[in-house]
């Protein structure tokens, strides 16, 4: 049977965001159309975003869907800050950083959703992106390995007063060893021993992402690409109902 909280609070069917991973409005809203609000959040990211922008993000929210608007914004801090306001304004239920642009500028994006008080959305950041190797980090002036770095980063986060961060499978136990239960990792790289695993490098199943610490796991073409989307997602919610 579904069990509909999990030991950390948060309700087992929503731990799944949903990745729309689509640049036409059409195609994501065939695809959520099959799913069920109640069942998962989704993710807007760039390429979604850049195509369709606010309109469709209104149409998802009225189609009762919580969004994780994954824009990773990095900039100066007055610049962060008001585009984390717009989003706060539209009603986003979690948005990104990037926590290499500094501690003030984590601290100005954490101010500019005051605001919005209870109501606000999470806001977590982005330590160093899965695709960057420790000779990427060199060649951009950072000396060391790139999971030294992605500590560093996260706790530079939660110094800033962030609700958490995205960090890879690989590095979720670590993370979730040395900070707090409240601080949310947000995992993607997730698939079922049955998934294609297409350009992911290091993949991990739902049950072992949800043991090893993480608080809400991205999945896309797993769910977006099945033949029945909301099947795969049930199918995801279960794994996660029996481990929690
Ligand atoms: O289709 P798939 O499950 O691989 O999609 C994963 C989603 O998570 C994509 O939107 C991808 O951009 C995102 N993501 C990722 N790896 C990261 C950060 C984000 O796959 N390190």
Redesign the pocket.
């Known amino acids: 049977m579904l069990k509909t909280v999990s030991s950390i609070g948060v309700p087992v069917e929503k731990r799944i965001i949903v990745?729309l991973?689509f640049s036409l409005a059409k195609v994501a809203l065939n695809l959520i159309d099959s799913l069920d609000p109640k069942l998962c959040r989704l993710?807007v990211?760039k390429e979604l975003y850049t195509a369709c922008g606010p309109q469709l993000l209104r149409q998802i929210q009225d189609r009762g869907f919580e969004v994780f608007l994954?824009l990773k914004f990095h900039d100066i801090p007055n610049t962060v800050a008001k585009a984390v306001n717009v989003a706060g304004n539209m009603g986003v239920w979690m948005l990104n950083v990037h926590a290499s642009g500094g501690r003030a500028m984590m601290e100005a994006a954490r101010e500019a959703l005051l605001e919005f008080g209870s109501q606000r959305p999470k806001l977590i950041a982005?330590t160093v992106?899965?695709?960057l190797a420790q000779i990427d980090l060199k060649q951009v002036g950072i000396d060391c390995s790139p999971e030294k770095q992605v500590s560093k980063l996260a706790f530079l986060t939660r110094d800033a007063g962030l609700d958490g961060v995205?960090c890879?499978a690989a590095e979720t136990h670590l993370l979730r060893a040395q900070l707090p239960e409240e601080f949310c990792l947000v995992t993607?790289?997730?698939r079922r021993a049955s998934d294609a695993i297409?350009?992911?490098k290091r993949v991990v199943g739902p049950a072992e992402a949800i043991r090893s610490g993480s608080n809400y796991l991205?999945?896309?073409?797993?769910i977006?690409e099945a033949d029945s989307p909301l099947d795969a997602l049930l199918e995801f919610n279960s794994v996660l109902a029996s481990v929690s």
């Open positions: 990745a991973d993710k990211g994954d982005v992106l899965t695709s995205v890879s993607p790289g997730i297409g350009d992911q991205v999945v896309g073409r797993p977006t």
